[in-house]
Each structure stands twice: as C-alpha cells, then as structure tokens.
C-alpha cells in the first residue's frame, strides 16, 4: 500500500482514518470502530506519521499509537479549518488532517504524558471550585443585602467576622430564615475552601515528583509560586517543544498581535491564543509583582518603574508576564536558577557585552 501518512478522525465510538500514500493520493478513507482502531493501526509499517486533530481524547491515542511504533502528530484545529471542504464530513474531516499533518513549519502539539494530564485536570478542577466558591459568596452577599446587611467584599475574613456579627444580632433585620440559610452557605464556603486547598496540596505533591528540580527553579522566578508553577509544569513540561522562549510567549498568547499591508506592520494587543489557564496564571504573577514593586531594589525593579512610567500599568503588568513566560523556559531548559542581574540588564551593559 505504500502509506506514509494517516490522518485520523476520532470520536467516541466511530474513527475515521485516511491513508495516504508518497504521491499524496488516497489509499483508503474508511470509518472503524473503537474497539479495532489498534488493530489497524498495527497493520501500518513502523514509523509511519499518524496526525490526529488536538482535541479530546489526542494524547491518549497519540501515547498508544507511539506505544505501536508509529509516529504521532497533534495538528492544532485551526490549521486543520484551512484544510476543511465545503462539506463537513467525517471523511472530508479526516483527510484535512493528514493534508495538515505535512505542511512546513507547523508546530504541533505536544502528546502530554500521563503525570502533565493528572497536573492539569487537578488545575482545572481547582479553579472550578474557585468558580463555585465565588459565586457562594456572591449568593450570600446577595441575600444579606436584601435584609439590609451590607457585608465587606474584598476579605474572606472580614467577611467571615461581619457575618458571625450580623447572625448574632437581634437587633437587624434578619429572619430567622434567612440566619439559617447565611449560616449554610457560609459553611458551604468553609467545605469548598478546604477543596480548594486539597487539590492544590495534591497537584503540588505530584508537580514537585514528576518535575522536582524544575518545580523548585520555576519558583525562584518572580511572580511564579506554586500555583502558578504547579500550571506551568503541567502546561509546559520540559518546555523543549518550544525553540526559544518566545516561542512559549506566543503559544501562551502573550505577544502582540500584528497587522501588516504594504510594507507596514501595526502591533495590537495580545493574540490571547493557546494556553487560557497559563496566560492568566502568569498575568497574575506579574500584577503581584508590579503591585509591590516598591518593595524590591534590583534590576527588576528598575525595569517595571521604567515601564510604568511609559505604558502604564496594564501594559506592564502584560510585558512583565511576558518576560516572565521567557525566562521560566530558560529556567527549564537550562536547568538554572532565576538571575535577576542576567534577567534585567539595561539595554547599554548588553550591547557593551556583546
């Protein structure tokens, strides 16, 4: 059959696969089941390229078929869209990702191991339980105010005195009722904070055993702690996918967008592309750091003062995550620790180095 590339399809249940051969025609475009998709994937000469569209479920399939000898290639869906017919068909799906699968400089996706997906599905049920927490406390701060109770908002512990005095005073105008329901959706809070507070604990555990040292030096860097590490090691890995590290910065979504015609390129805002949970993990990072910059006398501080007073505070707070995406993959791939003075040098010591 002579197949050098396979694109593949995958769903719950029917897969479809699409063989093609050195001319780029197709051997076969056929549909199987889940339960025989090994099979025929056994039946490819070792090596051969199988792309998969990174969805769902890809970098479960791509560690199997590696596990058979093949060579496995994550397409991100917006290179396959370009491939798409007219028509949407599973067929049609399948052969837009082998078509993709071989065009020049096009940076797939990384098959995550097992210990990277157990990080970021800990991650993301983390930060769903963040998403509930907020809304109790918004729920609760809704129902005192409507027996007009007005609670503090920025302080969990603020809040937590206030309502402890509010729920003993007889003198407001609480029900009974609602002293009741408060009180429940205030141990509500309580039971998800130490959700919250496990799943962090677990991932932690697991980061700093699947990645130890890279877990340490990540947190050397400012505006990177543990949960933002804990991300990064489970977004990033070893980062050696990524040629450079704006490669990571871009893939993260914190590079400018460009506009250019006629010779003329226009930088805009951030592409805010790739890794949602990473990018605004790190924009976290870099608003801390800005925040108390006063705090700090170095390199670091001297640059962010310089950027504030150019492009003001949002500008910096989005560069300095962007340096900080930068010099985390250096951190990984050089296996050193945060230099701020090498981080930070002003612009006239590197041009007198060089």
């Known amino acids: 059959m002579n197949i050098v590339r396979v694109g593949i399809d995958i769903a719950k249940q029917n897969f479809q696969i ?3 051969n050195q001319a780029n025609k197709v051997v076969f475009n056929k549909q199987v089941k889940r339960n025989t998709l090994l099979d025929h994937m056994r039946q490819l000469p070792a090596g051969t390229l199988v792309a998969l569209e990174a969805c769902a479920g890809a970098h479960f399939w791509g560690r199997e078929f590696e596990a058979l000898g093949l060579k496995a290639r994550l397409i991100p869906p917006q290179h396959v869209k370009a491939f798409t017919r007219v028509h949407k068909s599973d067929g049609g799906d399948a052969l837009a990702i082998a078509e993709a699968a071989d065009r020049p400089q096009l940076h797939p996706v990384p098959i995550k191991s097992v210990e990277q997906q157990d990080l970021a ?4 049920l983390r930060d769903g339980v963040v998403v509930q927490r907020t809304r109790m406390v918004n729920t609760l701060h809704g129902f005192a105010h409507e027996y007009g109770v007005c609670l503090p908002i920025r302080s969990r512990a603020r809040l937590r005195v206030s309502l402890m005095q509010a729920l003993d005073d007889e003198k407001n105008s609480l029900s009974l009722t609602a002293r009741g329901v408060l009180r429940d ?4 809070v309580l039971k998800l904070d130490e959700r919250v507070l496990a799943l962090l604990l677990q991932a932690q555990t697991l980061a700093s055993r699947c990645e130890a040292s890279a877990y340490k030096r990540l947190q050397t860097v400012p505006g990177i702690g543990p949960v933002v590490a804990t991300v990064f090691v489970g977004a990033v ?4 996918q990524f040629r450079c590290g704006r490669q990571l910065s871009a893939w993260t979504g914190l590079v400018p967008r460009q506009h250019g015609s006629g010779g003329k390129t226009q930088l805009l805002g951030i592409t805010k592309n790739g890794n949602r949970q990473l990018r605004t993990m790190l ?10 910059i006063d705090r700090r006398n170095d390199a670091l501080a001297d640059w962010v003062k ?4 150019r492009r003001g505070f949002n500008r910096t707070v989005v560069a300095l995550a ?3 995406a930068r010099i985390a993959w250096i951190v990984l791939r050089t296996e050193a620790s945060f230099d701020v003075n090498l981080a930070f040098r002003p612009r006239h010591s590197k041009a007198s180095s060089d």
């Not at 959706?185 to 509500?188: K, V």
């Not at 990072?285 to 108390?292: I, K």
């Not at 310089?306 to 007073?309: E, V």
């Open 322 to 324: 962007n340096k900080i």
């Open 306 to 309: 310089g950027m504030l007073a």
């Open 237 to 240: 890995g070893s980062g050696a």
């Open 283 to 292: 924009i976290h990072g870099a608003r801390a750091v800005v925040t108390w």
């Open 185 to 188: 959706l205030w141990a509500e």
């Open 121 to 124: 599905m800990l991650m993301k």
């Open 18 to 20: 699409c063989a093609l």
